[in-house]
């Protein structure tokens, strides 16, 4: 999250055109009381969305991403391990690109300046 922060700052004016969503993959943990505190702490117009695990799962595997539950010596009990990648949907919901993690601020914020298509030129 911190990471689209910054792109958000790279792309300038334009992220107000741009929302972010986090989806949760563990719902008894992050209630959607949660998600609005944790998602407050990031400066990027954003929703956290969460469900039942049958929901999550679904969309989880609609974009060919992974998780997994793994018991630890944690104070929760268990930690999740999940792909990293980051999706970039289109207005149509369609997914117009997929960033690896250690994809660069600027080949990202491009990406969604691509998406998001020309600036308009407005009279100030």
Sequence with gaps: M???SRVHKVIGSDSKNVVTLFISLDPDRDTP???KSY????HLNSIGLTGTKDQIDKVVNQYSARYEIEQSDSAAGYHINHSTDLYLLNKKGEVARIFKYDEGLQ????????VLGPRKETDE
């Excluded at 998602?39 to 990031?42: N, P």
């Design 2 to 4: 911190s990471k689209l």
């Design 33 to 35: 009381a949660v998600l």
């Design 39 to 42: 998602l407050s702490y990031f």
């Design 107 to 114: 080949t990202i914020a491009d990406g969604v300046r691509g």
